[in-house]
């Protein structure tokens, strides 16, 4: 039973920063890509920022150079550190995990609620 719950979203100024959380259940990090996904009002979620289990990280272009992407193995849980953040960065951000078998089933994986993040112009 899998179980990804979001936190850290808030409203920031443009220019500040934010510390997003994932705490994951049921799953084992050395089995799964993790990843930050968001979701616009009127537009499609799109990756932000993923890692695998060898540390291998990727991001969007848009957030290349500002944000960071880090796992704490002990507890489950990865972060998304945003900074220099833009009002265009104003979005639901989604935790995702990916097995292998996902991949090789084609299927997204496990999603968590959301957390909001609003930056302000």
């Known amino acids: 039973q899998v179980q990804l719950v979001e936190s850290g979203g808030g409203l920031v100024q443009a220019g500040g920063s934010l510390r997003l959380s994932c705490v994951a259940s049921?799953?084992?990090?050395?089995?799964?890509?993790m990843g930050w996904y968001r979701q616009a009002p009127g537009k499609q979620r799109e990756l932000v920022a993923s890692?695998?289990?060898?540390?291998?990280?990727n991001f969007a272009d848009s957030v290349k150079g500002r944000f960071t992407i880090s796992r704490d193995t002990a507890n489950n849980t990865v972060y998304l550190q945003m900074n220099s953040l833009k009002p265009e960065d104003t979005a639901v951000y989604y935790c995702?995990?990916?097995?292998?078998?996902?991949?090789?089933?084609?299927?997204?994986?496990?999603w968590g609620q959301g957390t909001q993040v609003t930056v302000s112009s």
């Open positions: 995702n995990a990916r097995s292998v078998l996902d991949i090789v089933r084609g299927l997204a994986g496990s």
């Open positions: 890692m695998s289990s060898g540390g291998g990280t």
């Open positions: 049921g799953i084992i990090f050395s089995q799964n890509i």
